[in-house]
């Protein structure tokens, strides 16, 4: 009960502060850090966003073919959104 009241005052208080919590799978998590240097790796090539994207983006599907295509697009935006 106290916990769930906890919750709900960080909640608040966040987004008074202007921030939103996203909740992020497991295994999102572990994607990040290899998405986050596949994204360093392509970074300084002189070619669009968009080509740049991609290439991280077939790079992680040929790396973890199991896993879901959207949870690897939304380790790339969270690793692009740290950098």
Do not use: F
């Not at 005052?9 to 987004?15: C, D, E, K, P, T």
């Not at 990040?32 to 970074?43: K, S």
């Amino acid at each position: 009960m106290i916990a769930k009241w906890i919750y709900r005052i960080v909640l608040w208080v966040v987004g008074r502060l202007g921030y939103e919590l996203v909740p992020v799978p497991p295994g999102v998590r572990t994607l990040v850090g290899e998405a986050a240097e596949l994204t360093a790796r392509y970074e300084p090539m002189n070619e669009s966003g968009e080509w740049k994207r991609h290439q991280v983006y077939a790079a992680m599907i040929r790396r973890h073919p199991d896993v879901r295509r959207r949870e690897i697009a939304l380790a790339i935006e969270l690793a692009v959104m740290k950098t």
